[in-house]
């Protein structure tokens, strides 16, 4: 059921909201927690998957490069979760000393710092497994159409939006 009240316009603009200015804080926060617990999700999966490679009985097999490449994807998990959990830490730390302006800039900063390494981190993961199953041509290819496509979709079709008005 779409709800077409003003409020839930596709025209809408921060001036069309009747809210006042920490009501609209709140709703930006409650919109953000939303989103934040989704990629999450996705950061924590990869980077627990990550943390078992390396007792599999295929670690031993990684040449130098590999093993360089999976530090370096392992890293980049670590910094997504560190970026998309930092919200939670600033709330923690700042919610009772009327900083939520702050904690929303800051989070959304965070949160968007987060996306782009769970990007970076998904397709050098997904080069890893296409270089130890295939071929590093293949993995460079991978990586790359990974790439595209994150910066396609999360990038690319908003700014389109945007500019369709």
């Known amino acids: 059921m779409v709800d077409d009240s003003p409020s839930d316009s596709p025209h809408d603009s921060p001036g069309d909201r009747r809210?006042?200015?920490e009501d609209?804080?709140?709703?930006n926060w409650n919109e953000l927690l939303?989103?934040?617990?989704?990629?999450?999700?996705?950061?924590?999966?990869?980077a627990g998957f990550l943390?078992?490679?390396?007792?599999?009985?295929?670690?031993?097999?990684?040449?130098?490069?590999?093993?360089?490449w999976y530090l370096a994807v392992l890293c980049g998990a670590v910094l997504s979760t560190g970026f998309v959990v930092a919200p939670v830490a600033f709330h923690r730390l700042l919610f009772h000393h009327h900083q939520r302006r702050w904690i929303v800039?800051?989070?959304?900063?965070?949160a968007r710092a987060g996306l782009t390494m769970l990007a970076l981190?998904?397709?050098?993961v997904l080069g890893l497994v296409f270089?130890?199953?295939?071929?590093?041509?293949?993995?460079?290819?991978?990586s790359g159409v990974a790439l595209l496509f994150f910066s396609l979709l999360w990038l690319a079709l908003p700014a389109v939006r945007l500019e369709e008005g």
């Open 19 to 21: 809210e006042s200015p």
């Open 24 to 27: 609209r804080l709140t709703r």
């Open 34 to 46: 939303q989103e934040l617990r989704v990629t999450q999700t996705g950061a924590q999966i990869t």
């Open 51 to 68: 943390l078992t490679v390396p007792f599999s009985d295929r670690y031993a097999d990684l040449t130098d490069g590999q093993v360089r």
């Open 105 to 110: 800039a800051a989070a959304d900063k965070a």
């Open 121 to 124: 981190t998904s397709a050098g």
């Open 131 to 142: 270089d130890v199953t295939v071929g590093t041509g293949a993995a460079v290819a991978a």
